[in-house]
């Protein structure tokens, strides 16, 4: 592979997660692009590219919604690109913005996700009636749930997984949230609180759920000769990987996701990753239901097929375990602004390799994992980064 | 192929939908104030940048330029220039109106931006760019927050 | 973090406030309508329903059979070249209890959702839809099910024309 320059992330900026803000999508995206322009002690003058994720225009309810946002994202007379593949966008949208520099064509890049779900009425789900085939799904009515409630019960029933287990990631994960101040559901909970709460649909109870959310992340990528003037501390993003599977998803067996594994498995191998469990040093898997946290260390290679709810009882993804997963607090916790909570991941890793973690920083941070996971359960998203060791 | 002639797809076998989401946007934070000044106050406000020597209208939470945060409000005349200018004389449908309406940009003076808006009480033949416009309110009771708060702007 | 911030930006606004006088909103409701013409294979599969038979396609190349049918293969990307009869007997895959509607609104009783894989397609191959005449805490994954067809009057070429799919007895 030709790459030609080394990609640096040099700054990061987020703002609020909440079910709803006042602000409108454009004012978030500029809070989130000032806090990481000023992170990185630069100016909008130092950018030359912005990439732009959002998930479904349906949710802010403005058609075309890049380029409404395009201002307040920094780019008014800049080179701007929207990239979008559903859940996955706000990790697949740094992958994005690594094409601009990798391949030499810029010396910096700006990457900004935002999502307002609250516009859209009488709920967020509304909007996801209109992503199915609406020849051989809409007319049953679906509700987006149905497809992770049916996944969720096939990983649970191939490996003999019992709820308590997958419960336990909304546990650590809303306990890790409450040192993230952007999050919009930290709280101390139970295994017995996720297994009482509300069924859904089941085997999804209401606090295996992610929230609907606005908010907005940034994160500002540079040439690697360029990140050092910026900063000497730069944190590399050094393995980039995405894919997708079939929309037909009632072909293949949902136990797994083939899709991140080919992800991942690119960006290993870009990252120079030869053994992920012991070169990986945390993650920040997709979580916006609990069992997805687990089948996406599965996919990403760090757990094997159907252990990763035993790694999570045994608290080696714990904060404080071995094998840190979700340090931030993850969607369950901090919440999920679609696009925006991928791309917070991001954020999270940049911080946790600069030590800037604070109450959330994880031991012995050298190389964090990052992956979003979205569409009709068909694309996996994944980006490596790595400090100076 | 063998369906280029069928233009309408409820000839072929098909499945009828629609979007069924129903929206509320907020204003955001730069908005919000615009809207509550039209309908409380009757005024028009904008931001300015004093480094970048821009007065936003409507105005904007940041300059677009230097990307400052915008924090200074400021009143500015109800009068404007209108710098282009087009008559309709169908609705959305593709009806004919009534009356031909005439929308119009509208630069407000002493800023950098304006408003798109209807000119009223101006026979057609008499508009010209470069016509001086004030804006006319709706009577306070029957305001709402929106732009539709100024009935439309009128010769100066 | 940024070490000029002190707090993150963003200002959180309750339901209540959402509708109060203070908060400007703008309200919008698309009125956007679409005919979604089915295509060449799910027209056939489509018309196939309506006269109560369930149709696949077959690749010659994999030999899959796969429902609902399409005219490519997405693995060997060649065309598929053969319609299959399936049969109207499959096996649940696997299942959930969906106590939320299409809005997210609650409900009391709950939708029965599978994924049906059909006898007679390759293994694995199934579709979406609904099961009944079953009790909730009955169904259970690799339980053998049979659609129950609407009357063929009251059929219309939609995937709707299979009621839903209950218990096949022995
Ligand atoms: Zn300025
Ligand atoms: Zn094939």
Redesign the interface.
């Known amino acids: 592979m030709n790459i030609k320059k080394r990609v640096a992330v040099v700054g990061?900026?987020?703002?609020?997660?909440?079910?709803?803000?006042?602000?409108?999508g454009?004012?978030?995206s500029?809070?989130a692009?000032?806090?990481a322009?000023?992170?990185a002690e630069m100016?909008?003058d130092d950018i030359d590219s912005v990439v732009m994720g959002t998930a479904p225009d349906?949710f802010d309810?403005i058609h075309m919604k890049s380029e409404n946002l395009l201002?307040?994202a920094?780019a008014?007379q800049k080179p701007y690109t929207h990239v979008y593949v559903g859940g996955g966008t706000g990790v697949f949208s740094p992958i994005g913005g690594w094409w601009h520099v990798a391949s030499g064509m810029h010396d910096t890049c700006l990457v900004v996700c935002e999502e307002k779900m609250?516009?859209?009425?009488?709920?967020p789900?509304?909007?996801f009636?209109?992503i199915w085939d609406?020849?051989?799904?809409?007319?049953?009515?679906?509700?987006l749930?149905?497809i992770f409630?049916?996944?969720?019960?096939?990983y649970m029933?191939v490996h003999n997984i019992p709820k308590e287990h997958i419960a336990q990631v909304a546990v650590k994960n809303k306990g890790n949230a409450l040192d993230h101040?952007?999050a919009q559901l930290g709280a101390k909970i139970t295994v017995d609180d996720v297994l009482n709460s509300?069924?859904?649909?089941?085997?999804?109870n209401r606090l295996d759920i992610s929230p609907p959310s606005?908010?907005a992340a940034a994160l500002i990528l540079a040439s690697e000769d360029v990140a050092r003037k910026y900063t000497d501390a730069p944190v590399w993003l050094d393995g980039v990987g995405w894919a997708l599977d079939?929309a037909?998803w009632?072909?293949?067996?949902?136990y797994y996701p083939q899709y991140v594994e080919e992800a991942a498995k690119m960006a290993y191998k870009m990252a120079k990753i030869n053994d992920p469990p012991k070169e990986v040093s945390f993650a920040e898997p997709y979580d916006p239901f609990t069992y997805k946290e687990l089948h996406h260390l599965e996919g990403l290679q760090l757990a094997k097929k159907g252990e990763a709810p035993k790694l999570t009882v045994e608290g080696v993804t714990a904060r404080d375990g071995d094998l840190p997963v979700c340090p931030s607090g993850g969607l369950l916790g901090v919440g999920n602004p679609i696009a925006a909570a991928g791309l917070m991941k991001c954020c999270e890793a940049f911080?946790q390799l600069r030590n800037?973690?604070?109450k959330r920083q994880v031991p012995k941070a050298e190389t964090g994992v990052c992956q979003a996971w979205g569409d009709l359960m068909q694309v996996g998203t994944v980006c490596v980064f790595k400090r100076d060791s | 192929m063998s369906f280029d002639k069928i233009r309408d797809p409820r000839k072929l076998r098909h499945q009828i939908g629609h979007m069924e989401c129903d929206y509320v946007y907020t204003a955001g934070v730069a908005g919000e104030r615009f809207y509550l000044a039209l309908r409380e106050d009757g005024k028009l406000l904008a931001t300015r940048c004093d480094k970048c020597n821009i007065t936003y209208m409507p105005p904007r939470m940041y300059c677009d330029k230097c990307f400052a945060e915008l924090t200074n409000y400021k009143e500015v005349p109800l009068t404007g220039i209108i710098e282009s200018y087009t008559i309709t004389y169908f609705d959305m449908d593709g009806e004919v109106l009534p009356e031909p309406l005439v929308l119009a940009f509208i630069k407000i003076d002493q800023t950098d931006g304006g408003l798109i808006h209807t000119v009223g009480n101006i026979k057609p033949e008499s508009l010209k760019i470069g016509t001086k416009v004030k804006a006319l309110f709706k009577d306070k009771a029957k305001r709402t927050g929106a732009l539709t708060d100024i009935k439309c702007f009128q010769p100066a | 973090m940024s070490k000029n911030m002190k707090e993150l930006p963003g200002t959180p606004l309750s339901g209540k406030e959402l509708k109060s006088e203070k908060v400007i909103t703008f309200k919008w409701r698309p009125n956007a309508k679409y005919a979604w013409s089915a295509g060449i294979a799910y027209g056939r599969f489509l018309d196939e329903l309506k006269a109560g038979r369930i149709i696949g396609r077959r690749c010659s190349r994999c030999e899959r059979i796969i429902v609902p049918p399409r005219m490519f293969c997405e693995h060997c990307f060649v065309a598929t070249d053969e319609w299959v009869y399936v049969k109207d007997t499959g096996t649940i895959n696997t299942f959930s209890l969906s106590y939320l509607d299409a809005d997210a609104n609650r409900i009391k009783d709950p939708i029965l959702v599978a994924v049906i894989d059909i006898d007679g397609a390759s293994p694995g191959v199934g579709i979406l839809h609904l099961l009944g005449n079953v009790a909730p805490d009955k169904i259970d994954v690799g339980m053998k099910v049979k659609a129950v067809w609407k009357p063929p009057e009251e059929r219309e070429g939609s995937v709707t024309d299979i009621l839903f799919w209950e218990p096949l007895e022995d």
């Open positions: 990061a900026g987020i703002t609020l997660f909440r079910r709803r803000l006042k602000e409108s454009k004012e978030l500029f809070h692009v000032n806090m322009l000023e992170s100016t909008r349906a309810g201002d307040g920094g008014t609250s516009p859209c009425f009488p709920h789900q509304t909007a009636r209109t609406p020849i051989t799904s809409r007319p049953l009515n679906p509700n749930v149905w409630a049916l996944e969720m019960h096939r029933k101040p952007s509300e069924i859904m649909v089941y085997p999804v606005d908010g079939s037909y009632t072909n293949r067996d949902l911080w800037e973690a604070g």
